[in-house]
């Protein structure tokens, strides 16, 4: 392939920006003569090589303009949020919760990169499930804010968005991806709707009891992930719920597979019941 984006690393050797960043996500060494990049990698921006750019342009028009086209319409196929979507295998995610990473392993550091490059700052979030690579229901994350390190790593700030089912499976450079459909809890009306805002009312003062215990674990869960979540005024609003509920189904003490019951649900009744039942039990176990 012709050079494409042609960046110059501080030891004068030129490769295409993205060959370039591949090779410095497994070491921190320029691929021709071993130099240390460290510092360079960590700026986590490469200048362009203009004069080659010139050159190129002057000399390959056609050719360049192909090989354009080409990184545009992978651009456009990594920027769908519906259809091979890269997951992250790792940990429970929540809708509207932080989710903070730490990336190191490169097939993870080329899919932020991705993200970050597609515009869409979005991933999928999965957990670990046997015999299927990942399990069938996981949350979008939002990058809010990457800190790159030295050696290429990165602390990674994400946010919740949406729930999504896995449709399939696929692989993309050395990643998961999955073709997926969001999740969106079913809507009530009339009275119905008001026997679900008095459970979601005295759910609420549970968990607020929950929240004020005031025993060791109870202050440790608040210094780490902050205060319970106030109330939204519309149940309904949101597609996937209550935030404060999601809030509370990431501090305690569950099991990540009951965890994922509750998360694959769309019936905010059921989960506002099932809420209820874990917390009225922790609230009664003797401090």
Not at 18 to 43: F, I, T, V
């Amino acid at each position: 392939r012709m050079f494409f984006e042609p960046v110059t690393t501080p030891c004068g050797h030129t490769f295409c920006k993205e060959c370039l960043e591949r090779c410095l996500d497994h070491r921190p060494n320029c691929p021709l003569c071993k130099q240390s990049l460290r510092e360079y990698l960590k700026a986590g921006k490469y200048s362009p090589t203009v004069l080659l750019q010139d050159i190129m342009l002057a000399t390959f028009p056609a050719q360049l303009a192909e090989r354009r086209e080409l990184h545009r319409a992978e651009m456009a196929e990594l920027s769908n949020l519906t259809r091979n979507i890269p997951i992250f295998v790792c940990t429970m995610s929540f809708p509207g919760i932080a989710c903070p990473l730490h990336v190191f392993e490169p097939r993870y550091r080329l899919m932020i990169r991705r993200c970050q490059e597609t515009g869409t700052r979005r991933f999928g979030m999965c957990i670990y499930e046997n015999g299927k690579s990942f399990a069938d229901y996981g949350c979008m994350l939002e990058i809010r804010q990457i800190e790159l390190l030295a050696d290429g790593r990165s602390l990674v700030d994400t946010i919740g968005r949406r729930r999504f089912r896995v449709l399939s499976r696929g692989h993309r450079d050395g990643y998961h991806t999955a073709d997926i459909e969001y999740l969106e809890d079913r809507k009530v009306a009339g009275e119905e709707l008001q026997e679900l805002q008095c459970l979601h009312e005295s759910t609420y003062r549970l968990a607020q009891r929950f929240c004020e215990h005031g025993d060791l674990t109870s202050r440790h869960i608040l210094m780490q992930h902050g205060p319970l979540p106030e109330k939204e005024e519309d149940i309904q609003a949101s597609a996937d719920g209550p935030t404060w509920c999601w809030w509370l189904i990431s501090i305690l003490p569950l099991d990540p597979s009951y965890q994922l019951n509750l998360f694959s649900c769309t019936s905010l009744r059921a989960r506002l019941t099932q809420l209820q039942r874990i917390l009225t039990a922790l609230l009664q176990q003797p401090p």
